[in-house]
């Protein structure tokens, strides 16, 4: 029933966004966009509510995007995959909620999704009145052809480095910018959580994850501190580097 009311919707597609990550191939046809990507929804309270059509005057467009980073245990097992990723854009282009709708390698779902929470839009609108809508990222991983590979395996972001990206200021550069979640502090919720993060050799985050965190909203407020610093890049051999680091944020109560 849910296939024949998506084709009965593929009329209605107007949006086509085409996610690009340096150094990688992901490309995405023309005919999947046709056949997959926007689909407007009607805005819900929770994350999957998807199931009522309403037209809109003016959809989203993308102002600025995060480019996904190619897993390394895809990179090393030459695994490709598409995974179609659910955003919800509220009325101030920012993405609400995101999730995965479809995928075909559950090795790249992390990567997709990180993207996708790092897009900027242009609110849907109508009657001149800005509207939360939802639509469809497809993020295609391909490392064909052969000689791409090698360049995606060249453009990986470094574990270790002559010298690791550090927050230009400090730790407390960041603890400046983090705050308490009043939800935390009444549970009393302290602990660590730990950050990935993809630096590029200008010292800009490319992507963040997390990979073990605490809940309460101590994850999200972590993530956007960090999101907020400004690093120094890596080096290797006399030269600024990609490098991904793990950040831990502490949550402690006075």
């Known amino acids: 029933m849910k296939r024949n009311i998506f084709y009965l919707l593929l009329p209605l597609i107007v949006l086509i966004f085409s996610p690009l990550i340096s150094g990688q191939n992901l490309d995405v046809s023309s005919e999947e966009g046709a056949r997959d ?3 407007n929804y009607k805005s819900q309270d929770d994350t999957t509510g998807m199931s009522e059509f309403i037209a809109v005057e003016k959809m989203p467009s993308v102002i600025s995007q995060i480019k996904p980073v190619y897993p390394e245990e ?9 995974v179609w990723v659910k955003v919800k854009v509220d009325v101030n ?16 779902d992390d990567a ?15 009657k001149g009145k800005a509207v939360a809508v939802w639509v469809v990222i497809p993020f295609k991983f391909d490392l064909s052809p052969e000689k791409e590979k090698k360049d995606v395996l060249k453009e990986c972001y470094l574990q270790e480095a002559d010298e690791m990206p550090s927050i230009i200021g400090g730790m407390s550069a960041l603890f400046k910018k983090l705050s308490y979640p009043e939800s935390a502090k009444k549970k009393n919720i302290e602990g660590k959580v730990l950050i990935k993060i993809f630096i590029d050799e200008n010292g800009n985050i490319d992507a963040t994850n997390i990979i073990k965190g605490i809940g309460f909203g101590c994850d999200e407020a972590a993530e956007k501190a960090a999101r907020s610093c ?14 991904q680091v793990v950040l831990p944020v502490q949550f402690k109560l006075k």
């Open 230 to 243: 400004k690093f120094t890049p890596a080096k290797k051999d006399g030269k600024n580097v990609k490098a």
């Open 37 to 39: 990507i926007a689909q």
């Open 93 to 108: 282009g920012n993405p609400a909620s995101v999730i995965v709708a479809r995928s075909t390698n559950s090795v790249f």
């Open 112 to 126: 997709a999704i990180t993207a996708a929470k790092g897009y900027k839009f242009t609110p849907a609108e109508n």
């Open 74 to 82: 895809a990179i090393k097992k030459n695994e490709i995959g598409t």
